[in-house]
């Protein structure tokens, strides 16, 4: 398996636009979940879904926030409209069943600046 | 509710010396316990993990934590460092019955020549 991928690797964009970040997670994984890393404030969950249902979307910053997995191997987190503050590297990383005891793998990340 | 904790947001140590990263948590249910590394540009990955079997557990690239429940740490060590070492390094938690994992603020490891 090729690991979780994400798209794009780095993504530049101005204020007010319309951003989409994508996530294709690896194959049989019950359990997705977009992270957003800064300096700030380190890692952040912001919403994890099983089996294609979001369950917990408390780390959601604000409405302008929307995550959707409308099948198992694709995950799309949008933002609109953007703001410079939502700068960050956002990171998706899926996890198969089995408890709390297995490990999430991590995509390689996306690091959006918006300008 | 779960936490963890990272003392030391910056460590440096030098080539061939003790490496310890210090991680406290905090768990309503037993914890499963996890250290991933984070190298430059790149994504998030597995070092070990503790999900109750041994309290000792032995990772990648020589690292290894102990569990202790008394003080409610997970500290990860390597006894000589090298180079390519230096990352930064996250613990997190886990619980049984949740999927979630709470990171801590992660410790960047340098290592001097």
């Known amino acids: 398996d090729a690991g979780v991928i994400q798209s794009p690797r780095h993504e530049v964009t101005e204020m007010g636009q319309e951003v989409t970040l994508r996530c294709k997670p690896i194959?049989?994984?019950?359990?997705l979940f977009w992270y957003r890393q800064t300096m700030m404030r380190g890692l952040e969950l912001l919403i994890y879904f099983n089996n294609n249902v979001p369950i917990d979307d408390s780390g959601m910053p604000e409405d302008r926030f929307s995550a959707k997995m409308p099948n198992a191997s694709f995950s799309t987190l949008k933002i609109q409209p953007s703001e410079p503050r939502d700068s960050a590297v956002y990171f998706c990383a899926s996890r198969p069943r089995g408890q709390g005891h297995t490990e999430a793998f991590f995509g390689q990340g996306t690091r959006l600046t918006v300008v | 509710a779960q936490s963890v904790t990272q003392l030391g947001s910056h460590v440096s140590v030098s080539e061939g010396a003790l490496v310890l990263l210090r991680c406290n948590y905090s768990?309503?249910?037993?914890?499963?316990l996890f250290w991933y590394v984070q190298y430059p540009n790149q994504g998030l990955q597995l070092l070990l993990k503790y999900t109750s079997a041994a309290t000792l557990v032995k990772g990648i690239n020589g690292f290894e934590a102990e569990f202790k429940k008394s003080e409610t740490s997970f500290h990860l060590t390597k006894p000589s460092a090298h180079m390519s070492d230096a990352a930064e390094y996250f613990c997190?938690?886990?619980?049984?019955?949740?999927?979630?994992?709470?990171f801590g603020t992660g410790t960047r490891l340098k290592v001097l020549a």
């Open positions: 194959s049989g994984h019950d359990y």
């Open positions: 997190a938690v886990s619980g049984s019955g949740t999927y979630k994992y709470i």
């Open positions: 768990s309503s249910v037993p914890p499963y």
